[in-house]
T-cell receptor, first 116, second 109 residues
């Protein structure tokens, strides 16, 4: 079956440092990968969408300078939170989809970021 | 502003009661989905429901595209139904989602 492995599951970083999270697609080709953040007591916000061979699209309030994303092939994507501060804490989720026309989005289990 | 609003924000049920969760969209939409978020945070897809009514066990989803709304009905609720339910509309041709504000359901014995 199709799965998305996301790691690390939990991470703690000091304020002002950076951390990277990764997603690995298994059983399908992840043509597009979207990254989300759920801040405490809030819903999931879309950060950006990465599609292989296309420019990464960032939603308003999120930038490449803060959340650089790498999507080098059809099975792997990573996102880094640069200079993390308290407001960056929360649950980060990746969601991957196969090619155009595929209905199903496969989500990773999330990376919970704590910033000290 | 928030494009996808859910109501109620939270719901407390006694086991066996029915519940209806609402989702309203402020923009036109092509399709939407319902998710269940486990207490640990991971998401489980409940329904992919572009339009009409779909049923899966005790859950029924009804989407009316032209009215920009969708509902999720839980019948005969069980303790294991407790958690957060999120609706989401498609963004960028379905490759990403805009999530609703969520409804937290708590079912007690």
């Amino acid at each position: 079956g199709a799965l998305v492995y996301q790691y690390p599951r939990r991470t703690i970083c000091k304020s002002g440092t950076s951390m990277r999270m990764e997603c690995q697609a298994v059983g399908f080709q992840a043509t597009s990968v979207a990254w989300y953040r759920q801040s405490p007591q809030k819903t999931f916000e879309l950060i950006a969408l990465s599609t292989v061979n296309s420019a990464i699209k960032y939603e308003q309030n999120f930038t490449q300078e803060k959340f650089p994303i790498s999507h080098p092939n059809l099975s792997f994507s990573s996102m880094t939170v640069l200079n993390a501060y308290l407001e960056d804490r929360g649950l980060y989720l990746c969601g991957a989809r196969a090619g155009r026309g595929a209905e199903t989005l496969y989500f990773g289990s999330g990376t919970r970021l704590t910033v000290l | 502003g928030q494009q996808v609003q859910q109501s109620p924000t939270s719901l407390v049920l006694q086991e066996g009661e029915n519940a209806e969760l609402q989702c309203n969209f402020s923009t036109s939409l092509n399709s939407m989905q319902w998710f269940y978020q486990r207490p640990g945070g991971s998401l489980i897809s409940v329904f992919y429901n572009p339009s009409g009514t779909k049923q899966s066990g005790r859950l029924t989803s009804t989407t009316v595209i032209k009215e920009r709304r969708s509902s999720l009905h839980i019948s005969s609720s069980q303790i294991t139904d407790s958690g957060t339910y999120l609706c989401a509309m498609e963004r960028w041709g379905g490759r990403a989602l805009i999530f609703g504000t969520g409804t937290t359901v708590s079912v007690s014995p």
